[in-house]
């Protein structure tokens, strides 16, 4: 299966999904454009995830929040201190890895934890146990701001998009005279200095997440986490992903993050080589540590006034934290499929097809005319731009009919629509659909109606 992953990487740069960043200068290891329809796709995903988790709630609002936050806020959280990671490095080799994923690996295979860094191999050159002491490496990407280069003027790239929502906690519940239970969502870009980026844009230094957190009355937090972590299995199966390469990872108390009651991550069968399960999302109960820690070190009250109960309090928050990369890599590797299509000939062939949810295909209807003619041409390209006014439509007059189904099948588009010559005729078109490969004849006035009722959402 880690071939799959390979298949994907290439289709994904042969088609325009993903490239390798600043390629022309032999490529960033680990770091990753988005193209023409990695982009449409990514937006879809994004745009489904803040339909699912806000705007189709009357409980949760969203916010937009600076990537550069005031320092004080990564000292209050705790990450200037524990954001790190153990960096180990085999002496043979000199290729660095985290202690934690050689300890994992090392778990994954015997079923225990090593005893120390000694037991294992290299996972690079195969020398057993010669790594050095493990040494904290903060996690934290910085920079300057403005003209000085000194510790004055350091400045954290948010490693979480979750802060920029404690910091706004007050203000966000007071504007949007929201209460407890009741919650804040926001998406964007993260920054981590990762030590071992990799497997393509599974881990990389630069990636994007879905955040929500979720305000809740201490003592009620255990609840809302069971239900958060319904919530969000449903979304991705919702979108088709399948169960069976999913399932839940609780983390051991002795491995939970700082701030963290209990952790419970969705992880994807990757199938990456040497992994097959990786994280996908960790829904986190994150109590009160973050307000309470702001609330002390800004000296603002971040409690909240619970006028029924008549008593003050600081709420637990339920986190959902999901990246977008990875969420579009398991949609790529759960929709990629081969199975077999007609040729011209009517052979069977092997066709490549990415079954995607239609909600999260980069393109949803190919416009095709079945020749390059003077009569077909216009007559489809005037459908084409009829239809680009509610979907991304792809035109395309170039080569066999077979091979352009064969192109659209491959990134997913769930239908394709032939303008040919009955069409002159009867003012009607063959739409064929992605996964039977079935065709109907539907009438050039009935087509968008037919195509809405179809490409819901
Ligand atoms: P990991 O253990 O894989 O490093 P994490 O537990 O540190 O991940 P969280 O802090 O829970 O990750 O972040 C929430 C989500 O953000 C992750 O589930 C993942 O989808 C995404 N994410 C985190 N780090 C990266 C990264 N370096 N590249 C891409 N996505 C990431």
Known sequence: AADKIDTIVSLSKRRGFVYPCSEIYGGQRAAWDYGPL?????????RHWWRYMVTSREDVVGIDSSVILASEVWQASGHVATFTDPLTECTSCHKRFRADHLEEAFEAKHGRLPESLAEVNCPNCGNKGLFTEPKQFSGLLSTHLGPTQDSA????????????????????????????????AQMGKSFRNEITPGN?????????QMEMEFFVKPGEDEKWQEYWMEQRWNWYTGLGLREENMRWYEHPAEKLSHYSKRTADIEYRFSFGGSE?????GVANRTDYDLSAHAQASGKDLSYFDQEAGERWTPYVIEPAAGVGRAMLAFMLDAYAEDEAPNAKGKMEKRVVMRLDPRLSPVKVAVLPLSRNPELSPKAKGLASALRQNWNIDFDDAGAIGKRYRRQDEIGTPFCVTVDFD????????????????????????IEGYLAARLIG
């Open 277 to 281: 399960w990786g994280e996908l999302e």
């Open 423 to 446: 069409t002159l005729d009867d003012n009607a078109v063959t739409v064929r659909e992605r996964d039977t490969m079935k065709q109907e004849r539907v009438s050039l006035d009935q």
């Open 38 to 46: 990695g982009v449409e796709l990514k937006e879809n995903l994004k």
């Open 153 to 184: 003027s350091v400045a954290y790239l948010r490693p979480e998009t979750a802060q920029g929502i404690f910091t706004n906690f007050a203000q966000v519940q007071q504007t949007s005279r929201r209460k407890p239970p009741f919650g804040i």
């Open 200 to 208: 393509f844009i599974f881990r990389t230094r630069e990636f994007e």
